[in-house]
C-alpha cells in the first residue's frame, strides 16, 4: 500500500465530558471508498469530524494525503456531508451552488454538473425548503462535489433513501474512486458494507476491524458481514 | 481574505432576505409604523415628539439589525451551514464583513424610508443634513449587526437569542438620554451610560439632528467605529474551525 489517505494514531477525543474515542488508530488506502460501519453512538461521526478537521481532539494524530487534518490547504481538497443537510433551506438548489462554489474556487459550470451527477438538475431553481428529505441531502451531497475533493467524508448519506437511488449513489461514490478520490461513508446499516473496498467497523469508540470485505469473512470465517461484525464484537 | 468572497456572502445574505418577502415589508413598514404612532400619542405635547424622533430614526436599523442577525447567525450556526463554511477556504473576516454589507445595504433602504416618511410627512425637523442622519442610521445597523453577531455566540436557541434584545439593547437605549437626560441620573448609572456604545450613537444622532457638530461629533462617531471594530473581533474569536 502506498502511503494512506487517511492515518489516525492513537486519536483520542472527549466530547461533553466523556470519552467518545480513547485512541483509536486507523489507515485507510488511497482511491478506496471505505465504510464505517457501527451502531450508532460508536463514534463514527466523532471519528469523521475529527478526520475533516473540525473536532477538537485531545490527544492523537490525524493525518489527510500527508499533511495534518484541518489545516487550510485540506479546505480545498477535504469535503465533509454532515448527517442533516448544510445548505440554506431559503435559498434555491441554484442559489446554494452558485455561494459555495465562489468559496471553493469552482468554474460555474460545475454546478450544472454536480446537480447531474446528484440527479438535481431539474430541481436547481426550487427552494431547498419544498425539497423532500432525500432531495436535500442530495443538494448538500452535490455542495461538496463542487471542489473536486480528494476526500469526501460522508455521515450516513444514505439514510431515508430510496433503494434505486441508494444504488445509483454508491455506483457514483465508486465512479469517484476509480478518479483517484478516496471516500469514507459511516453508516449503520450492514448491508451497505457489501459496497465498499474497505471496510472499518466501529463499537463503542473502538476500532474492532479495519480490512477489505474478504480478508474480514476469511478472518472470522463467517459469510454473512453482519455476523462476521457480531463474531468481531464478542471476540471483543 | 478576498473580496469576492465577501461579495459572494453579502449577495447570499441579500438572496435570503429576498426570498423572506415579509420580513423585507417589517424591516421597512414597522419603523415609519410607530413613529407616525408616537407622532399621535405626543399629539398634545409635540415638543417631545420633536425631541425624541429625529434620533429614533437612527435608532431603529440598530435595533433591527441587532435581532436579525443574532437569528441569522444562529441559524446559520444550528443547520450546520457555518459549520460547511469553517471547512471551507473561506475566512472568518470575509463571512463578518458579507453580513455587515448585506445589512448596510437593508439599512441604507430602511433609512431613506423612515427618513422620508419622519421628515416630509410627520413634520420632524432635523438641522442637520437628511443624508447626515441616513449616514448614522447605516452606522448603527452596522454597530446593531456586530453586537448580534458576537452575542448569537451565546444563544443556543431561537428563545435566548430574541430575548437579548432587551437584556442587551434595551438598558442601554434607556440609558442614552433618549428618555431622560443623562446629567439628571443617579451618579452611577451616569457612568454605566458612558461605557455604552448605543449612547454614543443617540448622542451623535441628536447632535446632527440638533445641528450641533463638532470635535464631540467626531468623539461620539469614533466610539461607535470602536465599538463595531472591536465586536466583529470578538465576533470572529467565537467562529471557531474546530468545535468540542
Same mark, same amino acid.
Given at each position: 500500500?502506498?502511503?494512506?489517505?487517511?492515518?489516525?494514531?492513537?486519536?483520542?477525543?472527549?466530547?461533553?465530558?466523556?470519552?467518545?474515542?480513547?485512541?483509536?488508530?486507523?489507515?485507510?488506502?488511497?482511491?478506496?471508498?471505505?465504510?464505517?460501519?457501527?451502531?450508532?453512538?460508536?463514534? !463514527?461521526?466523532?471519528?469523521?469530524?475529527?478526520?475533516?478537521?473540525?473536532?477538537?481532539?485531545?490527544?492523537?494524530?490525524?493525518?489527510?494525503?500527508?499533511?495534518?487534518?484541518?489545516?487550510?490547504?485540506?479546505?480545498?481538497?477535504?469535503?465533509?456531508?454532515?448527517?442533516?443537510?448544510?445548505?440554506?433551506?431559503?435559498?434555491?438548489?441554484?442559489?446554494?451552488?452558485?455561494?459555495?462554489?465562489?468559496?471553493?474556487?469552482?468554474?460555474?459550470?460545475?454546478?450544472?454538473?454536480?446537480?447531474?451527477?446528484?440527479?438535481?438538475?431539474?430541481?436547481?431553481?426550487?427552494?431547498?425548503?419544498?425539497?423532500?428529505?432525500?432531495?436535500?441531502?442530495?443538494?448538500?451531497?452535490?455542495?461538496?462535489?463542487?471542489?473536486?475533493? !480528494?476526500?469526501?467524508?460522508?455521515?450516513?448519506?444514505?439514510?431515508? %433513501? @430510496?433503494?434505486?437511488?441508494?444504488?445509483?449513489?454508491?455506483?457514483?461514490?465508486?465512479?469517484?474512486? @476509480?478518479?483517484?478520490?478516496?471516500?469514507?461513508?459511516?453508516?449503520?446499516?450492514?448491508?451497505?458494507?457489501?459496497?465498499?473496498?474497505?471496510?472499518?467497523?466501529?463499537?463503542?469508540?473502538?476500532?474492532?476491524?479495519?480490512?477489505?470485505?474478504?480478508?474480514?469473512?476469511?478472518?472470522?470465517? !463467517?459469510?454473512?458481514?453482519?455476523?462476521?461484525?457480531?463474531?468481531?464484537?464478542?471476540?471483543? | 481574505?478576498?473580496?469576492?468572497?465577501?461579495?459572494?456572502?453579502? %449577495?447570499?445574505?441579500?438572496?435570503?432576505?429576498?426570498? @423572506?418577502?415579509?420580513?423585507?415589508?417589517?424591516?421597512?413598514?414597522?419603523?415609519?409604523?410607530?413613529?407616525?404612532?408616537?407622532?399621535?400619542?405626543? @399629539?398634545?405635547?409635540?415638543?417631545?415628539?420633536?425631541?425624541?424622533?429625529?434620533?429614533?430614526?437612527?435608532?431603529?436599523?440598530?435595533?433591527?439589525?441587532?435581532?436579525?442577525?443574532?437569528?441569522?447567525?444562529?441559524?446559520?450556526?444550528?443547520?450546520?451551514?457555518?459549520?460547511?463554511?469553517?471547512?471551507?477556504?473561506?475566512? !472568518?473576516?470575509?463571512?463578518?464583513?458579507?453580513?455587515?454589507?448585506?445589512?448596510?445595504?437593508?439599512?441604507?433602504?430602511?433609512?431613506?424610508?423612515?427618513?422620508?416618511?419622519?421628515?416630509?410627512?410627520?413634520?420632524?425637523?432635523?438641522?442637520?443634513?437628511? %443624508?447626515?442622519?441616513?449616514?448614522?442610521?447605516?452606522?448603527?445597523?452596522?454597530?446593531?449587526?456586530?453586537?448580534?453577531?458576537?452575542?448569537?455566540?451565546?444563544?443556543?436557541?431561537?428563545?435566548?437569542?430574541?430575548?437579548?434584545?432587551?437584556?442587551?439593547?434595551?438598558?442601554?437605549?434607556? %440609558?442614552?438620554?433618549?428618555?431622560?437626560?443623562?446629567?439628571?441620573?443617579?451618579?452611577?448609572?451616569?457612568?454605566?451610560?458612558?461605557?455604552?456604545?448605543?449612547?454614543?450613537?443617540?448622542?451623535?444622532?441628536?447632535?446632527?439632528?440638533?445641528?450641533?457638530?463638532?470635535?464631540?461629533?467626531?468623539?461620539?462617531?469614533?466610539?461607535?467605529?470602536?465599538?463595531?471594530?472591536?465586536?466583529?473581533?470578538?465576533?470572529?474569536?467565537?467562529?471557531?474551525?474546530?468545535?468540542?
Amino acid at each position: 500500500m502506498s502511503s494512506p489517505a487517511v492515518e489516525v494514531r492513537v486519536l483520542r477525543v472527549r466530547r461533553g465530558g466523556t470519552v467518545v474515542l480513547p485512541g483509536v488508530s486507523l489507515q485507510i488506502p488511497v482511491g478506496s471508498v471505505t465504510g464505517l460501519l457501527g451502531p450508532s453512538g460508536s463514534g !463514527k461521526t466523532t471519528l469523521l469530524r475529527a478526520i475533516v478537521g473540525v473536532q477538537r481532539v485531545e490527544s492523537g494524530e490525524v493525518r489527510v494525503l500527508g499533511e495534518p487534518a484541518g489545516t487550510p490547504v485540506q479546505r480545498r481538497r477535504v469535503a465533509y456531508v454532515t448527517q442533516a443537510p448544510s445548505v440554506y433551506t431559503d435559498l434555491t438548489v441554484r442559489e446554494n451552488l452558485r455561494y459555495f462554489a465562489q468559496i471553493m474556487g469552482a468554474e460555474a459550470s460545475r454546478i450544472d454538473a454536480v446537480a447531474d451527477t446528484v440527479g438535481l438538475r431539474a430541481h436547481l431553481g426550487a427552494r431547498v425548503a419544498a425539497l423532500s428529505g432525500g432531495e436535500r441531502s442530495r443538494a448538500s451531497l452535490a455542495v461538496a462535489l463542487l471542489g473536486g475533493p !480528494k476526500l469526501l467524508a460522508l455521515d450516513e448519506p444514505t439514510v431515508g %433513501l @430510496d433503494p434505486v437511488l441508494r444504488r445509483d449513489l454508491w455506483g457514483m461514490f465508486h465512479r469517484l474512486a @476509480d478518479d483517484g478520490a478516496t471516500l469514507l461513508v459511516s453508516s449503520h446499516v450492514m448491508d451497505e458494507a457489501e459496497r465498499c473496498d474497505h471496510l472499518v467497523f466501529m463499537r463503542e469508540g473502538q476500532i474492532i476491524a479495519s480490512a477489505s470485505p474478504d480478508q474480514i469473512r476469511r478472518q472470522t470465517g !463467517k459469510d454473512d458481514l453482519e455476523d462476521a461484525f457480531i463474531a468481531l464484537a464478542e471476540e471483543g | 481574505m478576498s473580496v469576492e468572497n465577501t461579495q459572494a456572502t453579502a %449577495l447570499r445574505v441579500l438572496a435570503q432576505l429576498r426570498h @423572506d418577502r415579509r420580513t423585507l415589508a417589517l424591516v421597512l413598514v414597522v419603523p415609519p409604523a410607530l413613529l407616525t404612532l408616537l407622532r399621535y400619542v405626543f @399629539d398634545a405635547s409635540p415638543g417631545t415628539f420633536a425631541r425624541i424622533g429625529p434620533p429614533l430614526v437612527g435608532l431603529f436599523p440598530l435595533i433591527v439589525m441587532f435581532l436579525i442577525t443574532s437569528i441569522a447567525m444562529l441559524r446559520e450556526r444550528t443547520t450546520g451551514t457555518l459549520e460547511r463554511l469553517m471547512s471551507m477556504p473561506l475566512a !472568518k473576516l470575509d463571512l463578518l464583513l458579507g453580513y455587515g454589507l448585506a445589512f448596510a445595504v437593508l439599512a441604507t433602504v430602511q433609512a431613506a424610508v423612515t427618513s422620508t416618511v419622519a421628515f416630509s410627512w410627520l413634520g420632524l425637523h432635523t438641522s442637520g443634513s437628511v %443624508l447626515a442622519v441616513g449616514a448614522l442610521a447605516i452606522a448603527n445597523a452596522v454597530l446593531g449587526m456586530a453586537l448580534g453577531l458576537f452575542l448569537s455566540a451565546f444563544a443556543s436557541t431561537e428563545f435566548q437569542a430574541v430575548q437579548f434584545m432587551p437584556a442587551v439593547l434595551f438598558p442601554q437605549v434607556l %440609558l442614552s438620554g433618549l428618555l431622560a437626560p443623562r446629567d439628571d441620573m443617579p451618579h452611577a448609572l451616569r457612568i454605566a451610560s458612558d461605557l455604552l456604545p448605543v449612547t454614543y450613537a443617540y448622542d451623535a444622532l441628536t447632535r446632527v439632528t440638533g445641528g450641533r457638530g463638532g470635535a464631540w461629533l467626531w468623539l461620539d462617531i469614533g466610539v461607535m467605529l470602536g465599538a463595531i471594530l472591536l465586536s466583529l473581533m470578538l465576533g470572529a474569536a467565537t467562529l471557531r474551525r474546530r468545535t468540542p
